[in-house]
């Protein structure tokens, strides 16, 4: 687009260029305008590339954030509810589609569109861009359609030059003013245009360091307290690093500062940290992003001006108070960024009053038109206010649990909405531990609380100090798992390794920080503005200055953090239960006492009764079935047998039944474990309290019960009086090359039917004692890795026939089934002779991804990595189920038992029962349950209740 440099045409008729390239999938998902985007296409019309905003009325609304991203979208609703909004346009999101596709170049007539809502914008302001006596400047300001804080670029006070510089001087009667936004334009400039970075990562950012060095020179530490003169010479400044550094000049006509700027931030849609957070939010690439062009309002005016963010509730903690930062004479970022520390907003009161007021209007306007918690971002102008972005704030799984559960109280929403609300991945935190308070009071008599900052991201982290985020992230995968990561300041580019950390901390910065934003996205401990603190990256030290004096921590050092106080703790701190688990898992807090847990179990019963699915636990021992109750479990899904095997005193003779020569040692060797494995049944039995409990047949191959060391050898030989060298051979024998496919499952009791006869006699005989107690039982039988109809029939029928027995033996019956997992292919594809003999099916998703795929889950981390990135996968399908590989194999398996017996109970018992895609897709193809790991059962309530809410 050099023509919108160049061209001076100022024709509003939109040229006929047909758009290339649109979205591969439409905006499906939205709206009026794509369709009225599509039925321009059809009528040979070109769709509309750009959506004005501001004098009281816009052309969006906040409906069509695909067409004009998130930021676009709001700023159009806000101007249509007649908030103050500084007038400006947005070009949308086809047209960043439109660059993408035409080889980063920007369509022919986009100059002439931009041209006109200039024009437009300049008679609201009553001022003219580029007009060197009243210059009208812009921001230019990304906005895809999710929220991607900070992850791609804004450039301010767009328009400048000298000339303009000068200009602007005059005409505001504040020379400071001018150069102020002067000096800044050029280094937002020259870093995100031009691309003037610093060079390596224990460097500052170049300009800042002519800043810092400036400062200095004028012996002064704030930059709000630089003086006019000295604000042009840091212009020139910065122009000639430009110059040395890059060899081009800074660019002086504004509509090619314009376009250098559109460009930038459409490509800054690419750009590391942008690909990065879509990757870890699965936001998909093809999306784009709109760019907004906006007049600037200016909060460096001085006194009487301010910049700050602010939230309509506590982010953290979900309270219902205004909450927010501010700083008098700064623009933008500066609040974010930690140039100075922010003030508190209530402060804000006292500083301007009027505008105040207004502020606090405007959140009570907000919250009853959005119904949600927003994060709102303004600008005072001489006293004057103006909204610059409003969208839902994000916050920790503690505030999502309360904003939603107290919206309904007061009535804004409904459950039903509080219950598509609330991030289902959210609740973990909720069971979090937190540090225990003897522990603590003892670290702190000791004196070894360090500092206090704020409490940006709630919950207790103990961990070794890491100082660098691509360390983190190496050490993080070196299996280091506990990590701290101390910053003076975070950056978007620190994701990964703040990924990779358990929590981490800041000196700077407040709680609308970078820091404090990732943290409650990511649910991870953090304290920002520890002000107390400061750093030696190159000596990789942390000094904090105490009461007491000065305490250097290294790198490695072992720290704590509280994320509800804020406060930092030397050395170790041992933890314990959050209030949920303290609640339902150690009953020793009453729920009454619990404010926290108390919110937890409103949201609980709301999901439960909004739900269809049924959930159920992976449990295998009687306080895992416990506990699984207790997070609302309504039966065991998959009990597996195999890790009982591993318990006190029965992995000897579990050993010598595997080494055993002939079916009768076999046998003696399973008559000592059929006690022990009754016992253990029994248990769960006593726990699950009539509760269906699904019991899996032995699995993994027999290999994987016996030692893999020379003593453990030796000592197998001793107790079995067998000889070193035989126990050997027997090692050698069962040894697989590919065990994922081996002998294992069902062909361990095809091969040994005495096996499975006794598992299913000490199930049988639990059931029948329990029940002789009052309890009511329930067993399910599965049989896993059935391929065939046969293996099945074999099995099940050795199943009923130990059942008759003991019933006969015991004088008592129980009723119990009979069923089958469902995780090879071939089961998948022949359900419906399976469904003959199954009274069940449950699928093994894991197994059946493994198979369906070709690729061992232990294996995936070799390739996944690189999968992602190329977009093979979208999402690790052992986490989520492949919906059109893994998912199909599960419709037709369902379709085709359902069409042998209507009522076949079905259901999932893979780790993906506990994953809130997999959920909804249970839900869509009518499984009965999901069975997860006891502690994801909240988030599979939850994530059912979304998917029937979804239907
Ligand atoms: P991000 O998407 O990273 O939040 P924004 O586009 O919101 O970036 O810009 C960052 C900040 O720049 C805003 O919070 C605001 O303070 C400032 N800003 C943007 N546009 C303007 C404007 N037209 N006038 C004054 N300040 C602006
Ligand atoms: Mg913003
Ligand atoms: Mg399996």
């Known amino acids: 687009m050099p023509s919108l440099a160049k061209n001076k045409s100022k024709s509003l008729k939109p040229k006929k260029v047909a758009l290339k390239n649109g979205h591969k999938n439409g905006h499906k998902n939205g709206i009026k305008v794509s369709a009225k985007t599509a039925i321009l296409k059809k009528a040979g019309k070109v769709a509309k590339r750009t959506f004005f905003f501001g004098g009281g009325k816009a052309e969006g609304t906040k409906e069509m954030k695909n067409l004009l991203g998130g930021k676009g979208a709001n700023l159009a609703e806000m101007a249509n509810i007649g908030l103050p909004v500084p007038p400006g346009f947005t070009i949308t999101t086809d047209v960043c589609t439109e660059f993408y596709a035409g080889g980063k170049k920007l369509p022919k007539a986009l100059g002439d569109d931009i041209r006109a809502q200039i024009a437009r914008m300049e008679k609201v302001v009553g001022a003219k861009f580029g007009d060197a006596k009243n210059p009208m400047l812009v921001s230019v300001r990304s906005g895809a359609r999710a929220s991607m804080p900070g992850m791609m670029d804004t450039i301010l006070n767009l328009g400048l030059n000298d000339t303009t510089a000068a200009g602007l001087a005059a005409k505001s009667g504040n020379e400071r003013f001018a150069y102020d936004s002067y000096r800044r334009f050029i280094a937002m400039y020259g870093d995100v245009v031009l691309g003037l970075k610093p060079e390596k990562k224990e460097d500052h950012d170049p300009f800042d360091e002519i800043l810092a060095a400036k400062k200095k020179a004028r012996g002064v530490k704030l930059d709000s307290e630089l003086p006019a003169d000295a604000l042009k010479e840091l212009v020139a400044e910065f122009k000639a690093e430009i110059k040395n550094r890059l060899g081009v000049d800074f660019p002086n006509d504004p509509y090619a500062q314009l376009e250098g700027a559109i460009k930038a931030v459409f490509q800054s849609w690419q750009n590391d940290r942008a690909n990065l957070y879509r990757r870890l939010n699965n936001i998909p690439a093809e999306w784009g992003t709109a760019v907004n062009v906006q007049a600037m309002v200016f909060g460096n005016k001085g006194a009487d001006s301010a910049t700050g963010v602010c939230f309509t509730r506590d982010p953290a903690s979900g309270e219902n108070v205004f909450y927010g930062e501010f700083l008098v004479n700064a623009q933008g970022e500066d609040v974010v960024a930690g140039i100075r520390t922010p003030e508190k907003i209530e402060a804000l009161g006292n500083v301007l009053p009027k505008a105040y007021k207004q502020l606090l209007d405007i959140r009570k306007k907000l919250e009853k038109h959005y119904k949600e918690m927003q994060d709102i971002e303004f600008t005072i102008e001489n006293g004057t206010l103006y909204m610059l972005q409003c969208r839902n704030g994000k916050r920790t799984g503690f505030a999502g649990v309360r904003i939603a559960v107290e919206m309904v109280d007061e ?541």
């Not at 991030?423 to 522990?439: D, G, I, K, S, T």
Request: charged share 25%.
């Open 411 to 951: 009535k804004l929403i409904s459950k039903e909405e509080a219950l598509r609300r609330v991030e289902p991945e959210a609740l973990n935190q909720l069971l979090r531990p937190v540090f225990l308070p003897a522990a603590k009071k003892k670290a702190i008599e000791e004196g070894r609380l360090l500092a206090k900052g704020l409490p940006a991201g709630p919950g207790a982290a103990t961990g070794k100090v890491v100082f660098f985020a691509d360390e983190a992230e190496a050490l993080a995968a070196k299996g280091e798992t506990n990590l701290i990561l101390c910053r003076h300041e975070t950056s978007p580019e620190d994701i990964r390794g703040m990924n990779a950390s358990l929590g981490f901390m800041t000196a700077f910065g407040g709680m609308t920080s970078h820091a404090a934003l990732v943290a409650r996205q990511m649910g991870k401990v953090c304290i920002v503005g520890c002000d107390a603190l400061s750093f030696d990256y190159h000596a990789r030290t942390m000094t904090v200055t105490t009461a007491q004096g000065e305490v250097v921590v290294k790198e490695g050092d072992w720290i704590s953090i509280d994320g509800f106080a804020g406060e930092v703790i030397n050395g170790r701190v041992d933890t314990t239960p959050s209030e949920v688990i303290r609640v339902l898992i150690e009953k020793n807090l009453d729920a009454k006492e619990a404010p926290v847990y108390a919110r937890y179990a409103k949201l609980m019963s709301w999901a439960d009764a909004a739900r269809r699915l049924r959930v159920r636990a992976n449990a295998d021992q009687p306080d895992q079935s416990e506990a699984a109750v207790a997070f609302g479990a309504e039966g065991i899904g998959l009990c597996r047998t195999e890790h009982m095997f591993f318990g006190e005193g029965k992995i000897g003779p579990m050993r010598e039944m595997i080494v055993a020569e002939n079916e009768a040692d076999r046998r003696a060797a399973l008559d000592k474990l059929l006690p022990l494995q009754r016992e253990d049944f029994a248990g769960i039995f006593r726990a699950m309290k009539g509760r269906p409990v699904t019991i899996r047949t032995l699995d993994p191959p027999l290999h994987e019960f016996l030692p893999h060391d020379e003593a453990g050898v030796r000592d197998l030989a001793r107790d079995t009086g067998k000889s070193v060298e035989a126990i050997q051979e027997r090692i050698h024998d069962l040894k697989e090359s590919n065990p994922m496919l081996g002998h294992r499952g069902c062909r361990l009791g095809i091969t040994y039917p005495e096996i499975t006869e006794m598992q299913a006699r000490a199930v049988f005989e639990a059931a029948v004692d329990v029940s002789k107690e009052g309890i009511e039982v329930f067993p399910e039988i599965m049989i896993p890795l059935v391929g065939t109809k046969k293996e099945l029939d074999l099995q099940a029928a050795i199943v009923r026939k130990a059942a008759a027995d003991v019933f006969a033996a015991r004088g008592k019956k129980v009723g119990y089934m009979v069923g089958t997992m469902i995780e090879i292919p071939r089961a998948a594809l022949t359900a419906d002779q399976i469904a003959e003999t199954a009274e069940f099916f449950s699928f093994g998703t894991n197994d059946l991804t493994q198979m369906t795929f070709g690729l061992s889950r232990d294996d995936v981390p070799r390739v996944l990595a690189a999968y992602q990135a190329q977009d093979i996968y979208q999402v690790d399908p052992f986490v989520s189920v492949d919906r059109q590989g893994v998912g199909s194999l599960m419709k037709t398996a369902a379709s085709l038992g359902r069409g042998v017996k209507p009522k076949l109970k079905l259901g999932i018992c893979g780790e993906h029962g506990g994953d809130p895609s997999s959920v909804e897709f249970c839900n869509e193809i009518g499984l009965d349950y999901v069975s997860c790991s006891p502690y994801r059962l909240p988030i599979a309530r939850l994530a059912a209740a979304q998917a029937a809410l979804k239907q």
